[in-house]
């Protein structure tokens, strides 16, 4: 069973917090500082009503943004996980590009939601068994199996399992196809 501190912090709080302001937090998540102390003040939100002994410690709790199938991603790295449902990491993923959320008149658009999540399953030396999930308002799909858990690479891994997800934008220029009969 997850523990409840890590579960509360990326089941509950952070999409939601992403999704009620969703402008606000992408600016808040874009400033290095910002992006720190917002993430510490939710990760101690998540933990507000928990006896002492259930808090976990923030240890590995970091952002990096990266370009996954042409849209800008905020990747969390969450502190390791103990039990299933915990998370290795989280993305929000805004479907607008990199550049064009600060245009004053753009809509506030949520960010989609991923998770990559310990999952039972044996353990190997490949890494641990894992589940690519997306919370989409109150409903959690498991989308299939996520790359090893727990190895140095599994950030990447777990972006390009996005990038099929996602696949390309719906704006993207499709090349032009012509079907000619002989």
Known sequence: MARSHPYNFT?????QMAWRRPAAVRRELSDPYLARE??????????????AAEKVAPKGLRLSWHAVAGRATALLHLPPP????EAHYSALVYEDGEDEHDTPDAPEARPRYFTLEAALGLNSAAGSATLVGEWAGEVHRHLGRGPAGGQPGT??????????VLGPRPDAEVP???VVRS
Do not use: G, I
Not at 11 to 15: G, S
Not at 155 to 164: E, K, Q
């Open 11 to 15: 089941h509950v709080m952070l999409p």
């Open 38 to 51: 917002l993430l510490l003040y939710m990760w101690e939100k998540a933990a507000e009503t928990l006896p």
């Open 82 to 85: 103990q039990s299933t449902m």
């Open 155 to 164: 950030h990447l891994a777990f972006l390009d399992a996005l990038a099929s």
């Open 176 to 178: 032009f196809m012509r």
